[in-house]
């Protein structure tokens, strides 16, 4: 049987969540304080203190931040392991196996604020029988019932025949279903509380507030607490909070804080070390960490403020995470090629500063940049205007493109589709390590360059297809090769907006029309019509209808390929999967298109006048759309029952 101290927790510290929240690109949450203390420091003591004698931190590229901000602790054994890239909880669990002979394995989150009870966990491992225990709470209503889960896992030893030997490997959508189809046993159960996980701001400062409701004056950094007159207002002695400010609990108040008068504070708020707060300042569910002041006349609600940030004197700021710039600079310095570069914007940014900030305090309230310098706002907007300015003229040639032509109308969408993508990437996205890389610069170069030759020997596909080389370079140079492979098949997708070469596309045209009208003759005479084919006209019953160059089906392979791009790129499946449903678009768009000139064709017979001419010419694609949606749809449900392992062996495997 298992003892506490002879099993190897594995804390997972992940990643920076760059873009989402900026407090989180500078420190990741692992580091973020719980009552003045870093919040993988507290679970490393707590589970000390538990018996646990070894612990392995896996990270993304914050090793040796997590060192340097880390205390040593004698009883326990501390391993960090550095991941260049991002492996996943099952690849952390596959790299901490290796450092070490242990047969169990408890895998914690590093950022949460009320450590479980470890002997309580093994004893429910055990009860269970089970290769691999998941931990779950009650989930609360901010949450939703869909909310993520904490994250807890305890396994032994065999779970390592399930992960991949190398690579990225998740447990709930790599490890678990591989399980499921081998016959592992999994079993579930209930955390007896919360143990407040959080990954953002607004997580942080929900589950802050549960602790703070529910915390023990034991668990209080400072061991001599002056109460106000009230359970849930906790000062330090050094604290000073002047007669006049008016604190609702819960309140902590940490050592060498001031609060001024008049001000008042709303819990749940945490006011850090050597804080100060200015008179007739508002404070309303906020976390203020150590060194931070806060000017007179400030209204702060919902928000984190990080280590020494200064807030100027009238700033209203609500939900929001405000870093601190200086430091956030250090943490999160460029490499030595680029640092002329960021000299140079230093140095930008002290010339403009001062009429920058002018031009802030001349804006409406609602639009001003309040206790943030407006520089990076100006520095992204200037970025974009000399992006569209450069490009304006093709711009404009594409919207025509999309206006004028029926083949590539679809294109409008492309790029709005583009961005939802992206949106519904966000969470991998934030995962993702910033390393800007020079080789954007000289793909930039090139994409120019690109646009220039075709500009001097008047191409005009080269300048529109120069659109997309240059955001992929520009993606790739701010934000490096790791974002760059993430949002790779999304920049690809924008190809999809861009016209066919004149060249291609009248190479493609003709071959397409003819094939319309051999396949609507074929489904015509499938269907006991008599039918004469004269070129591209079709003689039914008499009634001539002539397949136009409109009619070659090229509006519907560009439509349909769109659909299923986008298909493909938001579905969680095989490459192969979605390789087959990019390929059959065209197979169903060349259908769908047969399908139409056939109907059209047979209403032609029935129908005469212009007025009905037009409906069916110009609104019979529309009909083909809901077709089209409904084959992919059957298709993916073939895949599915092909690939997928049934439900009812799913059930039974977890029941075991």
Same mark, same amino acid.
């Not at 895998?107 to 429910?124: C, E, M, V, Y």
């Given at each position: 049987?298992?003892?506490?101290?002879?099993?190897?927790?594995?804390?997972?510290?992940?990643?920076?969540?760059?873009?989402?929240?900026?407090?989180?690109?500078?420190?990741?949450?692992?580091?973020?304080?719980?009552?003045?203390?870093?919040?993988?420091?507290?679970?490393?003591?707590?589970?000390?203190?538990?018996?646990?004698?070894?612990?392995?931190?896996c990270?993304?590229?914050?090793?040796?931040?997590?060192?340097?901000?880390?205390?040593?602790?004698?009883?326990?054994?501390?391993?960090?392991?550095?991941?260049?890239?991002?492996?996943?909880?099952?690849?952390?669990?596959?790299?901490?196996?290796?450092?070490?002979?242990?047969?169990?394995?408890?895998?914690?989150?590093?950022?949460?604020?009320?450590?479980?009870?470890?002997?309580?966990?093994?004893?429910?491992?055990?009860?269970?029988?089970?290769?691999?225990?998941?931990?779950?709470?009650?989930?609360?209503?901010?949450?939703?019932?869909?909310?993520?889960?904490?994250?807890?896992?305890?396994?032994?030893?065999s779970?390592?025949?399930?992960?991949?030997q190398?690579?990225?490997?998740?447990?709930?959508?790599?490890?678990?279903?591989?399980?499921?189809?081998?016959?592992?046993?999994?079993?579930?159960?209930?955390?007896?509380?919360?143990?407040?996980?959080?990954?953002?701001?607004a997580?942080?400062?929900?589950?802050?507030?549960?602790?703070?409701?529910?915390?023990?004056?034991?668990?209080?950094?400072?061991?001599?607490?002056?109460?106000?007159?009230?359970?849930?207002?906790?000062?330090?002695?050094?604290?000073?909070?002047?007669?006049?400010?008016?604190?609702?609990?819960?309140?902590?108040?940490?050592?060498?804080?001031?609060?001024?008068?008049?001000?008042?504070?709303?819990?749940p708020?945490?006011?850090?070390?050597?804080?100060?707060?200015?008179?007739?300042?508002?404070?309303?569910?906020?976390?203020?960490?150590?060194?931070?002041?806060?000017?007179?006349?400030?209204?702060?609600?919902?928000?984190?403020?990080?280590?020494?940030?200064?807030?100027?004197?009238?700033?209203?700021?609500?939900?929001?995470?405000?870093?601190?710039?200086?430091?956030?600079?250090?943490?999160?310095?460029?490499?030595?090629?680029?640092?002329?570069?960021?000299n140079?914007?230093?140095?930008?940014?002290?010339?403009?500063?001062?009429? *920058?900030?002018? !031009?802030?305090?001349? #804006? /409406?309230?609602?639009?001003?940049? &309040?206790? $943030?310098?407006? =520089? +990076?706002?100006?520095a992204?907007?200037?970025?974009?205007?000399?992006?569209?300015?450069?490009?304006?003229?093709?711009?404009?040639?594409?919207?025509?493109?999309?206006?004028?032509?029926?083949?590539y109308?679809?294109?409008?969408?492309?790029?709005?589709?583009?961005?939802?993508?992206?949106?519904?990437?966000?969470?991998?996205?934030?995962?993702?390590?910033?390393?800007?890389?020079?080789?954007?610069?000289?793909?930039?170069?090139?994409?120019?360059?690109?646009?220039?030759?075709?500009?001097?020997l008047?191409?005009g596909s080269a300048?529109?297809?120069?659109?997309?080389?240059?955001?992929?370079?520009?993606?790739?140079?701010?934000?490096?090769?790791?974002?760059?492979?993430?949002?790779?098949?999304? *920049?690809?997708? !924008?190809?999809?907006? #861009? /016209?066919?070469?004149?060249?291609? &596309?009248? $190479?493609?045209? =003709? +071959?397409?029309?003819s094939?319309?009208?051999?396949?609507?003759?074929?489904?015509?005479?499938?269907?006991?019509?008599?039918?004469m084919?004269?070129g591209?006209?079709?003689?039914?019953?008499?009634?001539?209808?002539?397949?136009?160059?409109?009619?070659?089906?090229?509006?519907?392979?560009?439509?349909?390929?769109?659909?299923?791009?986008?298909?493909?790129?938001?579905?969680?499946?095989?490459?192969?999967?979605?390789?087959?449903?990019?390929?059959?678009?065209?197979?169903i768009?060349?259908?769908?298109?047969?399908?139409?000139?056939?109907?059209?064709a047979?209403?032609?017979?029935?129908?005469?006048?212009?007025?009905?001419?037009?409906?069916?010419?110009?609104?019979?694609?529309?009909?083909?759309?809901?077709?089209? !949606?409904?084959?992919?749809?059957?298709?993916?449900?073939?895949?599915?029952?092909?690939?997928?392992? +049934?439900?009812?062996?799913?059930?039974?495997?977890?029941?075991?």
């Amino acid at each position: 049987m298992n003892k506490i101290g002879d099993i190897n927790v594995i804390i997972l510290a992940g990643s920076r969540d760059f873009g989402r929240c900026p407090v989180t690109s500078c420190l990741p949450v692992a580091l973020w304080p719980v009552v003045g203390e870093p919040a993988v420091e507290r679970l490393l003591r707590l589970l000390a203190k538990q018996g646990i004698r070894h612990a392995t931190i896996c990270s993304n590229g914050d090793t040796l931040l997590l060192k340097k901000t880390l205390t040593s602790i004698d009883s326990m054994q501390v391993t960090c392991l550095d991941e260049p890239l991002p492996v996943g909880p099952a690849g952390c669990v596959r790299d901490a196996a290796n450092q070490g002979n242990e047969e169990l394995f408890l895998i914690l989150p590093a950022a949460i604020t009320s450590p479980p009870d470890i002997d309580s966990l093994l004893r429910i491992h055990r009860a269970g029988g089970s290769q691999l225990t998941v931990m779950l709470e009650e989930p609360s209503c901010d949450a939703g019932p869909d909310g993520p889960g904490p994250g807890i896992y305890v396994c032994d030893r065999s779970i390592l025949r399930y992960i991949p030997q190398h690579g990225y490997s998740d447990i709930k959508e790599g490890v678990i279903p591989e399980m499921l189809k081998a016959g592992g046993t999994i079993h579930s159960a209930k955390l007896d509380h919360s143990v407040g996980s959080f990954r953002d701001r607004a997580e942080y400062l929900l589950k802050i507030g549960d602790y703070l409701d529910n915390v023990h004056d034991s668990d209080i950094p400072f061991p001599h607490s002056k109460l106000s007159g009230s359970k849930n207002i906790r000062l330090a002695q050094s604290a000073e909070v002047h007669p006049d400010a008016r604190l609702y609990g819960p309140v902590v108040i940490m050592d060498d804080a001031v609060v001024a008068e008049k001000a008042v504070i709303f819990g749940p708020t945490v006011i850090g070390r050597g804080v100060t707060v200015g008179k007739n300042s508002l404070i309303v569910n906020s976390a203020l960490w150590d060194g931070c002041r806060v000017g007179e006349d400030c209204q702060i609600r919902q928000c984190i403020v990080d280590f020494g940030t200064e807030i100027g004197h009238n700033s209203i700021i609500q939900e929001k995470a405000i870093p601190f710039k200086e430091q956030g600079m250090l943490r999160n310095s460029l490499s030595s090629a680029l640092a002329s570069v960021g000299n140079a914007a230093c140095s930008l940014q002290r010339a403009l500063r001062l009429p *920058l900030d002018k !031009l802030n305090d001349k #804006l /409406p309230d609602r639009m001003k940049s &309040h206790g $943030a310098n407006i =520089l +990076p706002w100006f520095a992204g907007g200037l970025i974009l205007v000399a992006f569209l300015w450069s490009y304006w003229s093709v711009f404009r040639d594409l919207w025509q493109v999309w206006q004028q032509s029926d083949e590539y109308s679809s294109g409008l969408l492309v790029p709005f589709l583009a961005v939802y993508i992206l949106w519904s990437r966000r969470a991998d996205l934030a995962q993702c390590t910033i390393r800007p890389s020079l080789w954007g610069l000289f793909a930039f170069l090139a994409a120019q360059a690109f646009r220039f030759f075709g500009l001097f020997l008047m191409f005009g596909s080269a300048e529109r297809l120069s659109v997309v080389l240059s955001i992929a370079s520009i993606v790739l140079l701010l934000f490096g090769w790791q974002v760059f492979r993430k949002v790779f098949s999304i *920049l690809i997708f !924008l190809g999809l907006m #861009l /016209p066919l070469p004149r060249r291609i &596309h009248y $190479a493609v045209m =003709l +071959p397409l029309q003819s094939w319309a009208t051999s396949s609507a003759v074929f489904f015509l005479e499938m269907l006991g019509y008599h039918v004469m084919r004269e070129g591209n006209i079709i003689n039914l019953n008499g009634t001539t209808v002539a397949v136009a160059e409109a009619c070659n089906g090229l509006r519907m392979i560009m439509a349909f390929f769109v659909i299923g791009a986008l298909v493909v790129l938001l579905m969680k499946r095989a490459w192969w999967e979605k390789l087959i449903v990019l390929i059959s678009s065209l197979p169903i768009a060349l259908f769908c298109n047969s399908l139409r000139l056939t109907i059209t064709a047979i209403a032609f017979t029935m129908l005469h006048g212009q007025y009905w001419e037009n409906i069916f010419h110009d609104f019979g694609g529309y009909a083909m759309m809901p077709l089209a !949606l409904g084959a992919i749809v059957l298709e993916l449900w073939l895949l599915t029952r092909i690939v997928t392992v +049934p439900v009812e062996k799913q059930v039974i495997s977890a029941s075991k």
